[in-house]
């Protein structure tokens, strides 16, 4: 079916945001999808819409590249493409992205890669080859690429730099993940040369992603005053440190595109007149690592909901399934919260269990065996892996069925 996240029920606002009340907006989704065997996955298309127009008023105007990561269901990419404001996609594997590149013809690899198999179809297919751009941060890609098929053997590829966006600082040390080895405009500005003097290649864009920024909460009550002066310093630093990256880099061959942000960043790396593009994915489904951030309060777009199946004790009852724990350090921050019916928590000592997760409150006393308890997992796009379609609800309304990758048949990563 075709999304639309303009209809007038999908617009954001005040009247139409029933995750304001949780307590309507539970029921509504539990009615919804009641003749649906659990586990059931569900995305409300008013707050998926919601969602979609706040990053674009956040991103002031600066086009946003789709992380297809974070969400992973083709039908809400395609929806969030149409949008103004949206442009092009992020992919995270080349199989995927040969993948969408049959309809999208403006994708960036988002990481380096090492499929060979993917190599020869991607250099046997110049229309593919015109669609994706390949990342790369270390002259041993080139090596590889040139391994699968010489230049005088293929077309031109298309590539951009993933460039090290971390704070390096004097005292604390490297603040963000590790990422590219290229850091300072001169690491560079040095691969940039060797790339543009290299048969075979087009240099056309560059990355910088600031993790430390873009996913790190800073309103959640505990130590938001140093997360926040970190990421204020962090963000000065970049700022003229990606300056001396674009224009070392522009100076040597023409760039498409300068790409940086993320959902938590979209306003200060907007603000960066060296980025032309920003990236975000994870604010469109809001798992539950995006809560606590100042500058947007997301609306929990997509969910899932397990049934009871035992009631082991006045104040526990235990759903079937439930460890389907997001990537990351192994931390209670990375398990799927239970936010419907309220008052429902973990046990410390067991989690989320592979097969069945006992949960404990107030709640369970209301609560009986065939009842459905409600979780938003972690990160955005890793709970499609788990299932093969996502309920659209619309308005309180079961309206279609979206197949996630996996139930396209796909598992990239």
Request: charged share 20%.
């Amino acid at each position: 079916m075709t999304i639309d996240l303009l209809a007038r029920d999908a617009t954001a606002n005040p009247s139409g945001e029933r995750w304001r009340t949780p307590a309507r907006y539970w029921a509504e989704m539990s009615a919804a999808t009641a003749d649906l065997a659990a586990p059931v996955a569900a995305i409300d298309r008013e707050a998926l819409s919601f969602n979609a127009l706040d990053m674009v008023v956040r991103a002031g105007g600066v086009p946003i590249r789709v992380a297809s990561k974070s969400l992973r269901v083709r039908e809400v990419l395609d929806a969030v493409l149409q949008l103004p404001g949206y442009r092009g996609i992020l992919a995270f594997t080349l199989a995927e992205a040969l993948w969408l590149s049959a309809d999208h013809d403006d994708i960036v690899l988002g990481y380096p890669t090492a499929d060979r198999a993917g190599l020869a179809r991607l250099v046997a297919d110049d229309r593919a080859a015109a669609r994706i751009t390949l990342m790369i941060d270390d002259p041993a890609q080139l090596d590889l690429i040139d391994a699968v098929a010489p230049p005088s053997a293929r077309t031109e590829l298309r590539v951009a730099l993933d460039v090290d966006a971390s704070w390096r600082s004097r005292g604390l040390g490297h603040i963000g993940v590790h990422r590219s080895p290229l850091h300072t405009a001169q690491d560079a500005v040095g691969l940039a040369r060797i790339i543009t003097q290299r048969r075979g290649f087009r240099l056309v864009g560059v990355m910088m992603y600031e993790a430390q920024i873009a996913g790190q909460p800073d309103a959640t009550g505990a130590g938001d005053g140093v997360i926040r002066w970190m990421q204020r310093r962090s963000a000065a630093e970049l700022r003229e440190r990606r300056g001396s990256v674009v224009s070392g880099i522009r100076e040597l061959t023409h760039l498409d595109f300068v790409n940086g942000g993320g959902t938590g960043s979209l306003e200060t790396t907007a603000a960066d007149l060296a980025v032309t593009e920003l990236t975000a994915g994870s604010g469109l489904f809001a798992g539950h690592l995006f809560d606590g951030y100042r500058a947007f309060d997301p609306a929990p777009a997509a969910a899932f909901a397990l049934d009871i199946v035992r009631t082991p004790a006045a104040d526990t009852v235990t759903v079937l399934g439930g460890g389907w724990v997001a990537s990351g350090p192994a931390s209670p921050s990375r398990l799927p919260r239970p936010v419907w019916p309220a008052g429902l928590g973990m046990l410390p000592r067991e989690g989320a269990g592979e097969v069945q997760t006992p949960l404990r409150g107030p709640a369970a006393a209301h609560l009986a065996v065939g009842d459905r308890v409600w979780f938003r997992h972690a990160k955005s796009g890793e709970l499609a892996e788990r299932v093969a379609a996502f309920a659209l609800v619309s308005d309180g309304r079961l309206v279609a069925e979206l197949p996630t990758y996996r139930g396209e048949g796909k598992a990239f990563l």
